[in-house]
């Protein structure tokens, strides 16, 4: 809605005039106050912050929240249901220097609701008087710290406003209080004092405005003998004789004697006319004022006052008033007078209250999980039926009394036709069929309609059968809900629950709280819902629950569905922290975590009919409660003693437990009050951080969260976030900063850094009146070489002594932590942190409340409703470009994973734009076997959707990068056309399981790739998210109760889980880098007999960190065919189990074998199997790449490995790969295969179809195998520009190093041997570097950790040679040795084995000794490594 010109000229001065201008949204469109706000925070003057509130929210508690501002503004357009939220607010509001500045059109009703408690009121009529109105008001509320309430009409005409100058606003509103008024004058409300107040206030805007302001106008005739009062809209301008008119702009105070000035002794009628048509009460507000005037009057003779209601302005003429005087003279005094129609919109139906989106989140869970029979008794859709009326609580007890009474009839009339000897043995089987399911909710329906139609088909004479028909309705059992949120029957938490409760009504109460953990001190403590649950708890036959759907959606699952079984009244708690409808989920994600963790909403069930059963009632579903739940647990186990033996005792016990329960709670309320105060005089501490990898981050949040539990008021930001000018205003600053990069400060402290260093340069003292500490993170050994020791922390040195130089003094020294140290950058942090809360003096102070721990993706996992999260509400988001981050976690569960273009991130962080977005897509396609058709699918999808290539990863699937969100879903969806899909192929489940393509083998390679299949199907996630976001399959999904996950869980795994299958003697799918492997076992007539199994290979690392390391799987034994879909079952599962999911680092099933004891392991695993693995058999590997050409299987057809760089399908000059793959699908019969080094077999050509291909080949250069043995045994992971881990290039600058290094090969005549050699962007390992025999793992852009000795069919790890290498330094060291090679091998010794036995490095046996003698042995040890 576009700003009127009373609006406009209203906000402004709010705007001008207020510290906070918190305003209430429309029901439907946008506000127009919020357009005006918006237009003037985007203006020069800008001042106040203002605050949207949506709809329903309650605006009283945030103008609470906002008490201490200097002037307070609201603003909102008139409506019941956001106006009737702030009168519990306004006796304590009306102390407060606040203006509430309520628009209008046509009725003035549900504006004047607020008049009976403030002791001033002004209308305006025109835009002009609303503006001088508006600066009156402010000046009123806070010269006087009160409140005022401005009511003012939303003229549509284009009326002129004279404004007033911006610049004079404040001098003219915040020139000194005159007075300070005392308490006592504070309190009076003694409208003549006043109206005093009100016109010195008036008087001073007059000298403003320059235009005459006065509570009544009067005009007409001189000596009437009617005068008409008007509150409203019109102004009657008329000259009639006899007949004067007062137009009203004060409503209060209105002192007698101001309403007696204008009744001259002619007058002997007196009519009030007020634009009221909703009113509720008897007597309108000016009526009153007017009549207890003249009854306080000494006229004589006393006028007559009537009463009238003012209709829509623009229709009424002087003859109506005419005709409306005369009339008045013939009615009786009481009748209701009217002049002019009533405003159309005044006549609409009463709107349904809005309610706001994210309670959806629990009313959807009820919707689906009851259907058909959910019957919600307050619903808001009753309200255009019924009124306002339908939502409260007593109306839905009321509803739910009736029907339970006619249901008891049904049932009566049920068991009475039983008796009736004329009833067929059809309909009386049908009739106890029904009574024996009559409260089960599907099979009373299902049986309830058998019921009614054989009924409609007898024709009883019995009117027990009609009423059986009258009550049809209720044959099915109903679950019937009464919601209370703060959109509607907010009072439930009162009177309402306490009736609900006292019926024992067999009905459930939903109520959601909304309290912020975060903002819950700033809240009322005895206003707080979730006492309720104690309240409920102590009546013994309630069923309570207090659940927080994102935290356990599971929970608040069987939370529901026990209260709905429950034959009593149930209440469930539901806790949903949001303010406005525009907070983000995670936002929400965080608060409810805050909250659950630290015992402020724990999650619990208390089932008395579990007592009854002899069961214990009480189930704790969070890990902590706080002391007053706890208090009540234990003595309700002291009292069911009791019960026992005295049970008369008890009754009195439990009767005065209440009362102990509410006066705890009163003093925890003041206790918390308390701490609050505490927190306002506590000195602000801000924490600033710059973190690339989130450990500075981690450090700097639990440093403010720390700080708060000790009372101070912390505030923790990013260091880019803030400037230097925002520094120079705070006291007390602490700075955490990792290092990234060559001493450099990570992305985000990088600007702040500059700055710092530009102004220190200048030589100014800006910073003086600040007090600062520096912690910096680093590690001494990630640049290893003496000469770049300088680089070990210098962020942190560096800012430390750049502030220095600023002027700002330091109040604890320097501290440094470091990854080597024993407990990392703990082992330094520790004493700094003692020193910080010393030095701010709260080093004493008793921590009483638990650290919440950190948000983890545990946490993510478990509260997004089986990996639903917000993906579907955040692709609907077209502001952003990106998800939101819990969704990110989620979405790599899809396939999915956000990353932005890392080539122009400092490009667009400069230009001030949100990085370049766009997601990579990962198919799932076991075994890496497509048809041509979906090649060509894939082909069309890169295209249309990415960036017009895709890549063969080394999971044998496709990846395609630069989707922007706005192609996501048709990508997904183009690619379940295709018959792929993407699920799990990311995320903390089984990957895409792949197996060996060895297509000469034909039987053995289809026999194993079925077998992959089947454990690819049979670990997929079952959730129904994915085709709900995706595929918008509705009808799959929407029915909460089908999602579970057997196998997974809410949790799913610790972390990512890999099955391979190799068939030896090609171990091309590494098989010992996976978490469980299958080797394929032949016996003696080449039947596949059954696998060899391996289980705790893995491959990412941490760089530095010593807890983390690669390692290769080990044998478990052998299993059959049959068997091996429940091993990789069972071994998952004890993953599963007994993976660390406190540290993503520690987490894959490597470290948890390790943990376990390897015996201890294959024991659990072969205990949860139900048998042991046989002994494992004999197999041989020998390579682990593949083999490049044409090969001839053994059903004779022929197989083409082509050789593609790193599996990027590209065109390139000269190299268009994808063009000529394009067309090899159109023609080509057989099938693709991907293999797992990012190669491309095309197999099963048929003889006759040879020469096509092979034409096709050569065409486009597919057939070019002239590689050197180096490059052919090459591979790289993405890393720049789209993987956001990479720290340096990887698929990019591998092939540029290749060219180097195989001229060296080829000076020392071994172009044709295979050296295996890989690269990585990050120590991730994607491109599984840690089994190749030279490797390298990006540090820094162009630096690298150099590894070398793995074994040559991927048996044996490598080790790290030389912590730090760049390109001229690489080939320095490889030049002598692969000279060395070339001369001392022995026959077929791979260059891993050799450079072991020539001493350069020691051989790697086990993962946990991978560290052990890093940095070359002997003479080749490196010197810094060593130290
Ligand atoms: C790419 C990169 C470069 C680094 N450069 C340095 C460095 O120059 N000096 C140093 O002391 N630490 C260096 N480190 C180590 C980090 O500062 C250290 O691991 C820190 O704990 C990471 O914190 P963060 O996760 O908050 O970024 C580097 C780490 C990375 C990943
Ligand atoms: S190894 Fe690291 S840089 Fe390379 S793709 Fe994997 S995560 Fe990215």
Redesign the pocket.
């Known amino acids: 809605m576009p700003a009127s010109p009373s609006v406009s000229a209203v906000s402004r001065i709010a705007y001008l005039a207020s510290d906070v201008v918190v305003n209430s949204l429309s029901p439907t469109g946008p506000s127009p106050f919020q357009t005006a706000l918006n237009a003037l925070a985007s203006s020069s003057d800008s001042r106040a912050a203002v605050t949207n509130l949506p709809f329903s929210a309650n605006a009283g508690d945030t103008l609470l929240r906002h008490r201490s501002a200097r002037l307070l503004s609201y603003t909102a357009l008139a409506h019941p249901q956001i106006l009737n939220h702030l009168l519990l607010h306004l006796p304590e509001l009306s102390t407060t220097s606040t203006v509430f500045h309520v628009a209008v059109t046509d009725d003035l009703s549900d504006a004047l609701v607020l008049q009976s408690s403030l002791p001033f009121v002004l209308y305006s009529r025109t835009a002009q008087q609303a503006h001088d109105h508006a600066l009156l008001a402010s000046r009123l509320a806070f010269i006087e710290s009160t409140a005022v309430l401005h009511i003012f009409h939303v003229d549509d005409d284009a009326e002129k406003v004279e404004e007033v100058d911006s610049d004079r606003v404040a001098p003219f509103l915040f020139a000194e209080r005159q007075s300070p008024r005392s308490s006592e004058q504070k309190s009076a409300t003694d409208p003549s004092v006043l109206l005093k107040t009100y016109q010195s206030a008036a008087f001073a805007t007059v000298a403003l405005v320059r235009r005459p302001i006065r509570p009544l106008v009067q005009h007409g005739a001189s000596e009437p003998h009617t005068v008409i009062f008007t509150l409203g809209r019109a102004t009657l301008d008329y000259t009639i004789e006899g007949v004067s008119f007062v137009d009203v702009a004060l409503l209060k105070p209105l002192p007698s004697t101001t309403v007696l000035s204008a009744i001259s002794p002619s007058v002997s009628r007196v009519l009030v006319l007020e634009q009221i048509h909703h009113w509720s009460m008897k007597w309108t507000p000016l009526y009153l004022e007017v009549v207890s005037a003249i009854q306080q009057s000494e006229l004589d003779p006393t006028p007559v006052v009537q009463s009238g209601v003012l209709g829509d302005a623009r229709a009424i003429s002087e003859s109506d008033v005419a005709e409306l005087v005369q009339r008045a003279a013939t009615e009786a005094p009481s009748t209701r007078l009217a002049l002019g129609p009533a405003p159309s919109s005044t006549q609409t139906a009463v709107s349904a209250p809005h309610i706001p989106k994210h309670e959806a989140a629990y009313t959807k869970i009820l919707a689906n999980l009851f259907s058909g029979r959910l019957e919600i008794l307050n619903s808001p859709e009753l309200v255009s039926l019924q009124g306002d009326i339908a939502t409260t609580p007593e109306f839905a007890l009321g509803r739910a009394r009736g029907e339970l009474e006619e249901r008891e009839e049904l049932v009566a009339a049920v068991q009475e036709l039983l008796r009736d000897p004329d009833v067929t043995i059809e309909l009386h089987s049908l009739l106890s069929r029904w009574l024996a399911v009559k409260d089960d909710g599907v099979k009373s329906k299902q049986v309830g309609d058998e019921l009614a139609a054989a009924l409609e088909g007898e024709k009883l004479s019995n009117p027990a059968a009609q009423k059986v028909l009258l009550f049809r309705h209720l044959l099915p059992a109903r679950s019937r809900w009464i919601i209370g949120s703060d959109a509607w029957s907010y009072d439930l938490g009162a009177s309402g629950l306490h009736h609900a409760i006292a019926s024992r009504l067999n009905v459930n109460i939903l109520i959601l709280d909304t309290t912020p953990y975060t903002s819950r001190n700033s809240i009322d403590p005895h206003r707080r819902k979730q006492d309720v649950g104690l309240y409920a708890m102590n009546h013994g036959d309630v069923f309570v629950a207090s659940t927080a759907v994102y935290s356990s959606y599971a929970q608040v699952l069987q939370a529901i569905m026990e209260a709905d079984r429950y034959n009593g009244p149930s209440v469930v708690l539901a806790y949903l922290p949001y303010t406005t409808e525009e907070t983000p989920a995670l936002e929400i994600l965080k608060e409810t975590k805050l909250a659950v963790d630290s015992g402020y909403w724990p999650l619990y069930r208390w089932n008395p009919a579990k007592e009854r059963e002899g069961k214990e009632p009480f189930s704790l579903d969070s890990d902590f409660v706080k002391n007053e739940l706890q208090q009540f647990l234990d003595r309700q186990n002291h009292l069911s003693q009791l019960t026992r033996s005295t049970p008369e005792v008890a009754a009195e016990l439990v009767g005065s437990l209440g009362e102990n329960l509410k006066q705890a709670r009163k003093q925890r309320a003041q206790q918390a009050y308390n701490d609050l105060l505490t927190a306002i005089d506590a000195p602000p501490l801000t924490v600033l951080?710059?973190?690339?990898?989130?450990?500075?981050?981690?450090?700097a949040k639990r440093l403010a969260t720390r700080g708060k539990l000790r009372g101070l008021s912390t505030t923790v930001a990013t260091m880019d976030s803030v400037s230097i000018d925002d520094i120079a205003k705070e006291e007390i600053v602490v700075f955490?900063?990792?290092?990234?990069?060559?001493?450099?400060f990570?992305q985000n402290g990088r600007n702040l850094a500059k700055a710092l260093n530009a102004r220190a340069a200048s030589g100014e003292k800006v910073l003086t009146s600040v007090r600062y500490s520096v912690f910096?993170?680093?590690?001494?050994h990630?640049?290893p070489r003496p000469e770049?020791a300088h680089?070990?922390?210098?962020?942190g040195k560096d800012l430390d002594s750049r502030l220095e130089q600023l002027g700002a003094q330091r109040f604890v020294p320097l501290g440094l932590?470091?990854?080597q140290d024993a407990d990392?950058?703990e082992t330094g942090y520790k004493p700094w942190e003692q020193l910080l809360w010393k030095a701010l003096g709260v080093d004493a102070v008793e921590v009483k409340e638990k650290e919440p721990e950190p948000i983890t993706n545990e946490h993510i996992k478990v509260a997004s409703q089986y990996l639903r999260g917000t993906i579907a509400e955040g692709l609907e988001d077209h502001t952003t470009g990106a998800l939101a981050p819990s969704d990110t976690q989620l979405t790599k569960f899809h396939g999915i994973y956000q990353q932005d273009d890392r080539d122009i991130r400092d490009e667009r962080q400069a230009q001030g734009v949100e990085p370049a977005y766009s997601f990579m897509i990962r198919v799932r396609m076991p075994g890496g076997v497509c048809s041509p058709e979906q090649w060509l699918q894939m082909d069309q999808i890169a295209d249309e959707h990415g960036n017009g290539t895709f890549k063969i990863t080394t999971r044998q699937t496709f990846q395609f990068h630069g989707v922007i969100k706005r192609h996501l879903k048709s990508a997904i969806q183009d690619i379940n056309r295709a018959l792929l899909d993407t699920l799990a192929a990311c995320g903390d489940v089984n990957r895409n399981v792949i197996v060996s393509t060895v297509p000469t083998l034909s039987k053995l390679h289809r026999q194993a790739y079925d077998f992959a299949r089947r454990v690819s199907e049979h670990l997929l996630p079952r959730t129904t998210a994915y085709h709900e976001i995706w595929l918008d399959k509705k009808l799959v999904a929407g029915d909460a109760l089908k999602d579970v996950e057997p196998l997974y869980g809410e949790f799913y795994l610790p972390r990512k889980f890999k099955v391979a299958v190799a068939i030896p003697p090609n171990n091309d799918v590494d098989i010992f880098a996976n978490d469980v492997g299958f080797i394929a076992i032949v016996d003696e007539k080449g039947e596949l007999a059954g696998f060899n199994v391996t289980a705790g290979g893995g491959m990412g690392v941490?760089?530095?960190n010593k807890k983390t390391y690669p390692r290769t799987g080990d044998i478990l034994g052998f299993c059959t065919v049959a068997q091996g879909v429940d091993v990789a079952e069972k071994i998952m599962l004890v993953q599963r189990d007994n993976g660390n999911r406190a540290d993503r680092k520690n987490a894959r099933l490597k470290y948890t074998i390790d943990r376990m004891g390897l015996d201890n392991f294959k024991a659990e695993v072969e205990r949860r199997l139900g048998y042991q693995l046989q002994p494992a058999r004999p197999f041989s590997f020998d390579k682990n790449i593949d083999d490049f050409g044409w090969t001839t299987g053994e059903d004779g057809k022929h197989h083409f490995t082509c050789f593609i760089e790193n599996g990027r399908i590209q065109d390139e000059p000269e190299r268009d790969f994808k063009a000529g793959l394009r067309e090899i699908a159109k023609v080509h019969k057989g099938a693709f295969r991907l293999t797992a080094n990012q190669h491309l077999i095309i197999t099963d050509v048929a003889t006759e179809d040879l020469p096509t291909i092979k034409r096709l080949l050569a065409q486009y250069k597919l057939d070019n195998l002239s590689q050197t043995g180096l490059r052919l045994s090459s591979s790289a992971c993405v890393a720049f520009p789209t993987c956001g881990l990479a720290?340096?290039e990887s698929e990019r600058y591998l092939p540029i190093l290749i060219d180097k290094v195989e001229k060296i090969c080829e000076e020392n005549g071994l172009r044709n041997d295979s050296i295996v050699m890989r690269m990585t962007g990050?120590p991730n390992g994607c491109a599984r570097p840690y089994l190749a025999e030279i490797a390298f793992v990006?540090?820094?852009p162009g630096t690298y950790l150099m590894l070398l000795g793995g074994g040559y069919y991927g048996q044996r790890l490598n080790k790290i040679y030389r912590e730090s290498v760049t390109e001229p330094e690489i080939l320095a060291i490889l030049r002598p040795m692969i000279k060395r090679y070339a001369l001392e091998r022995e026959p077929g010794e791979h260059f891993g084995d050799w450079v072991i036995r020539a001493g350069y490095i020691a051989p790697t046996t086990a993962g946990k000794e991978w560290w052990d003698r890093a940095g070359g042995e002997g003479q080749y040890r490196e010197v810094a490594a060593a130290a």
């Open positions: 951080y710059a973190s690339d990898g989130g450990k500075a981050e981690k450090m955490v900063t990792s290092v990234a990069g060559q001493g450099e990570p910096g993170l680093g590690d001494s990630y640049w770049d680089y070990y922390n210098k962020a932590g470091d990854d990392g950058p941490t760089h530095g720290m340096a990050c990006g540090k820094a």
